[in-house]
């Protein structure tokens, strides 16, 4: 059994699963949902600006278009990460579909994984492949999405619902809570775009989660300029703090400082700022400033939002992580090459 599994890719690794697949999920998600946001609010606002035309008026067709195609997307990219043959690859676009359908973006990343390895097992087993494997992927990924889907995305929405309540009514506390953990989930080798759409984060706590990821992304792109050329801020404060994890495994300590700046700003983003954000836009940070983007979508398109964005997403994250980035330099703690990347 176990060298049938090895000859069809399926390794029943939680890492493949829950850490490889889910980081594929964001991908996904980016492809579809989430640049298809940032292209109809574009639509949106130029059509406030300039009126009615036919320029905005295609954003907007394009960006919604993309955004109902968010399924697709999660689907065709957990079933390319799990290396699906081409028959199983394809069909998956409509299992994630099924699953986005009656689960929402958790019950799509579990209807095309299921489905996925399903069809795996029986890829290129029988004289009628053409038939019997999309068959059998669409099959099982129908099942899932019918019985499995809607528990797991009511599982995710009912835990993101209390995270969002928790956080109205104990703002200090979670802000703190929500910021530090979407933070070190965005550096970790887990999506925590994927996951706070999956949380369906919104309101405080999905402004406390954009800001606990910048701290992160702006944090690490500032501490790494010594020892990295100045095209790495762009990698990393525009991109992703995760270029650093195997410099965080060689030294922990590197991970304080963003961590430390995370925790002060969550309760800054729910109490004093009261920054807001939707789902989409939670766990992204200043990654292609999607954070940015739907924040000012969420929050207004005002002077009094930009200088916010710019002081919580931007400005606070640079000077107090670097802050204590310096501390623990003169500790000893942090040395030179440290944060030197590869890339």
């Given at each position: 059994?176990?060298?049938?599994?090895?000859?069809?890719?399926?390794?029943?690794?939680?890492?493949?699963?829950?850490?490889?697949?889910?980081?594929?999920?964001?991908?996904?998600?980016?492809?579809?949902?989430?640049?298809?946001?940032?292209?109809?609010?574009?639509?949106?606002?130029?059509?406030?600006?300039?009126?009615?035309?036919?320029?905005?008026?295609?954003?907007?067709?394009?960006?919604?278009?993309?955004?109902?195609?968010?399924?697709?997307?999660?689907?065709?990219?957990?079933?390319?990460?799990?290396?699906?043959?081409?028959?199983?690859?394809?069909?998956?676009?409509?299992?994630?579909?099924?699953?986005?359908?009656?689960?929402?973006?958790?019950?799509?990343?579990?209807?095309?994984?299921?489905?996925?390895?399903?069809?795996?097992?029986?890829?290129?087993?029988?004289?009628?492949?053409?038939?019997?494997?999309?068959?059998?992927?669409?099959?099982?990924?129908?099942?899932?999405?019918?019985?499995?889907?809607?528990?797991?995305?009511?599982?995710?929405?009912?835990?993101?619902?209390?995270?969002?309540?928790?956080?109205?009514?104990?703002?200090?506390?979670?802000?703190?809570?929500?910021?530090?953990?979407?933070?070190?989930?965005?550096?970790?080798?887990?999506?925590?775009?994927?996951?706070?759409?999956?949380?369906?984060?919104?309101?405080?706590?999905?402004?406390?989660?954009?800001?606990?990821?910048?701290?992160?992304?702006?944090?690490?792109?500032?501490?790494?300029?010594?020892?990295?050329?100045?095209?790495?801020?762009?990698?990393?404060?525009?991109?992703?703090?995760?270029?650093?994890?195997?410099?965080?495994?060689?030294?922990?300590?590197?991970?304080?400082?963003?961590?430390?700046?995370?925790?002060?700003?969550?309760?800054?983003?729910?109490?004093?700022?009261?920054?807001?954000?939707?789902?989409?836009?939670?766990?992204?940070?200043?990654?292609?400033?999607?954070?940015?983007?739907?924040?000012?979508?969420t929050m207004g398109w005002t002077q009094e939002v930009l200088v916010s964005v710019g002081i919580l997403h931007f400005v606070?994250?640079?000077?107090?992580?670097?802050?204590?980035?310096?501390?623990?330099?003169?500790?000893?703690?942090?040395?030179?090459?440290?944060?030197?990347?590869?890339?």
């Amino acid at each position: 059994m176990g060298k049938f599994l090895q000859r069809k890719n399926i390794t029943l690794s939680p890492k493949v699963y829950f850490i490889d697949a889910l980081s594929a999920m964001a991908l996904g998600l980016f492809s579809t949902l989430i640049i298809g946001l940032i292209i109809k609010t574009l639509g949106d606002q130029t059509t406030l600006w300039f009126g009615a035309n036919f320029i905005s008026s295609h954003l907007t067709t394009m960006g919604a278009t993309a955004m109902g195609l968010m399924g697709a997307g999660i689907g065709v990219a957990v079933a390319h990460r799990l290396q699906a043959p081409p028959l199983v690859l394809f069909s998956s676009a409509v299992t994630g579909m099924m699953g986005a359908s009656l689960g929402g973006p958790a019950g799509s990343f579990i209807a095309a994984l299921v489905a996925t390895e399903g069809g795996k097992l029986v890829s290129k087993e029988t004289q009628l492949d053409i038939l019997v494997t999309p068959f059998v992927t669409l099959l099982v990924g129908s099942l899932i999405a019918l019985s499995i889907s809607p528990l797991i995305a009511q599982l995710m929405t009912s835990l993101g619902a209390i995270i969002i309540e928790a956080t109205t009514y104990q703002p200090f506390f979670m802000g703190i809570i929500v910021s530090m953990i979407m933070g070190l989930v965005l550096t970790a080798p887990i999506s925590s775009a994927a996951l706070g759409i999956m949380l369906n984060l919104s309101g405080l706590a999905a402004g406390a989660a954009t800001v606990g990821c910048a701290a992160h992304m702006i944090g690490f792109a500032v501490m790494g300029l010594k020892d990295n050329k100045p095209s790495s801020f762009i990698s990393v404060g525009l991109g992703t703090s995760m270029l650093h994890i195997s410099n965080i495994v060689k030294n922990p300590w590197i991970l304080l400082p963003p961590v430390l700046t995370s925790i002060i700003l969550g309760p800054l983003s729910t109490l004093v700022f009261k920054m807001s954000n939707i789902a989409a836009g939670s766990g992204m940070g200043t990654s292609g400033l999607v954070g940015q983007f739907t924040t000012l979508s969420t929050m207004g398109w005002t002077q009094e939002v930009l200088v916010s964005v710019g002081i919580l997403h931007f400005v606070l994250p640079a000077v107090l992580t670097y802050g204590f980035y310096k501390v623990l330099v003169i500790k000893k703690k942090i040395k030179t090459n440290d944060l030197k990347l590869d890339v």
